[in-house]
């Protein structure tokens, strides 16, 4: 087994600054991903890497940046937080593109 | 527009009882997973199906190996453990690792 681990867990920032979001996995996955869920809908893929230092567009991926440092980790950054912007970002990995996706458990942003 | 329609949006029924959620793609889907996300937001992985049906306990999944345009979530006897959301989410044929999810089923399983 492994785990997925995100930090913070909870991130409270300021209108307009920059906030990094990590992520770590220790399945030795080759994919991993972030989405970003808003209250009561679904989640939507804003990143997505399928090999160290590989990123890839999802539907959400404006007003955000990604880096896939090593294989184990994956970080996301805010690059303007928006006022009243409230939301949980979900990173995941898979072994490939085309098998189970394991969840991390969240980091839940509020921008005052 | 929505590639990924689940239904219902949200779901009662009482302990011991039998359902079903549906996920209906508007394109044909090379695989779809199951999830469901407990009240702490945690989300767990059900099932990954490329084709078929897959059981786990009171719990069943299917998918459309003809039209690969739908895929189904079957609760035998519901426990009130079985409460939360239940997300499906898929990958369009001729994407790399791109899953859409649906919106998600509130289930509540009443005593």
């Known amino acids: 087994g492994g785990i997925i681990t995100q930090t913070p867990k909870f991130l409270i920032g300021q209108e307009g600054q920059k906030l990094t979001l990590k992520c770590q996995q220790n399945?030795?996955?080759?994919?991993m991903y972030w989405y970003r869920q808003d209250s009561g809908k679904g989640l939507r893929l804003i990143y997505y890497?399928?090999?160290?230092?590989?990123?890839q567009k999802g539907d959400l991926s404006e007003g955000y940046d990604a880096s896939r440092e090593k294989k184990s980790s994956f970080s996301l950054t805010v690059t303007s937080a928006q006022k009243n912007e409230m939301a949980v970002f979900l990173c995941?990995?898979?072994?490939?593109?085309?098998?189970?996706?394991?969840f991390g458990p969240g980091t839940r942003l509020l921008v005052l | 527009g929505d590639q990924v329609e689940q239904s219902p949006s949200a779901l009662s029924l009482h302990e011991g009882t039998d359902s079903a959620l549906r996920c209906n793609f508007t394109t044909t889907m090379r695989s779809v997973q199951w999830f469901r996300q407990n009240s702490r937001g945690s989300l767990i992985s059900l099932f990954y199906l490329a084709s078929g049906t897959k059981e786990n306990g009171r719990l069943k999944s299917a998918f459309d190996s003809k039209e690969r345009r739908y895929s189904t979530l079957h609760i035998r006897d519901a426990q009130l453990e079985d409460s939360g959301t239940y997300f499906c989410a898929a990958v369009p044929t001729g994407f790399a690792s791109a899953l859409t999810f649906g919106s998600g089923t509130k289930v509540i399983v009443l005593p």
């Open positions: 995941a990995s898979s072994l490939g593109g085309e098998d189970t996706q394991y």
């Open positions: 890497s399928i090999t160290e230092n590989d990123l």
């Open positions: 399945f030795n996955h080759d994919t």
